[in-house]
């Protein structure tokens, strides 16, 4: 509670909302987490907001296995694991030197780029991607040190289930399970190494959880509601939004 005893107002209403949307984002409306990444990081700050977005990530995590474990596809599961985990090792390893600015907008760079491609691939109708094996490494990689560096994996792994036409359910499903395993990968390196979540950061997370339980509700109502195509179409607007965030901000 100390640290949020130490904000305003304003600074306590952007915490909650920012929570909410964490919810709604783990429901399914992927590509709007980055909001709340960039309000959490104007609130706490950027390197210390990651400690506590984590655990509400985890948490969220938790909801989202458990309403949508049986729409998981396992064999893109496993194939994105292992690189997944990979680019949390590099983000660990580099992320404490890296110059946040010049990050943010390589990757800013980087996701309008792939977006183009996408874009580029869906009026081509290409029916597969070849060499996927290279295509999941690349994407995993990258959303494994982005999710290290700054809880941001979503673009990436957005642009790989939006390019194999992957259905609204399994989207999520798969999704979800992949980054409740990364996510809790990911406690170890916050606790022990970049020491950003303590006992306290821990007190915040438990005021903030029930902001994050009624946003991911008003998700799954949110989702139940949009069709397989209008999701893909809306889930790509929200990536290319998400990436001008990280750009400016």
């Known amino acids: 509670m100390d640290i949020l005893a130490n ?24 590509g709007i987490d980055v909001m709340n ?15 506590i977005v984590l655990p509400l990530l985890c948490v969220a995590d938790i909801f989202a296995v458990v309403y949508y ?13 292992p690189w997944t985990v990979l680019g949390v090792l590099l983000g660990w390893y580099i992320g404490k030197d890296i110059d946040e600015v010049i990050f943010k907008r390589i990757m800013a760079g980087i996701i ?21 094996q290279w295509f999941a490494g690349l994407m995993g990689i990258a959303s494994g040190f982005t999710t290290m560096i700054g809880n941001l994996a979503g673009a990436f792994s957005n642009i790989y289930f939006l390019l194999l036409k992957f259905p609204k359910n399994e989207f999520i499903g798969t999704v979800s399970w992949l980054f409740l395993f990364i996510n809790l990968f990911k406690v170890p390196f916050h606790v022990f190494s970049w020491g950003t979540i303590t006992a306290e950061t821990i007190k915040t997370d438990l005021v ?6 009624l946003g991911f509700f008003v998700g799954v ?26 750009f400016f901000r």
């Not at 600074?11 to 909410?20: E, N």
């Not at 990444?37 to 400690?51: Q, R, W, Y």
């Not at 949110?222 to 965030?245: C, E, M, P, S, W």
């Open 112 to 132: 309008f780029t792939t977006v183009a491609i996408l874009i580029w691939w869906e009026k081509k109708k290409v029916a597969e991607i070849k060499g996927g």
């Open 221 to 246: 109502r949110i989702v139940k509601r949009i069709q397989n195509d209008n999701y893909r179409k809306i889930i790509l607007a929200l990536t290319v939004l998400g990436a001008f965030v990280i």
């Open 208 to 213: 903030l959880v029930p902001a994050m339980a």
């Open 7 to 30: 904000h305003s107002t304003l600074d306590l209403a952007l915490a909650f909302l920012a929570t909410f949307i964490i919810g709604v984002s783990k429901a399914g409306l992927r």
């Open 69 to 81: 474990n049986r729409h998981a596809d396992w064999k893109h599961f496993k194939l994105l694991l």
């Open 37 to 51: 990444v960039t309000i959490m990081a104007l609130v706490f700050g950027s390197k210390a907001s990651t400690g």
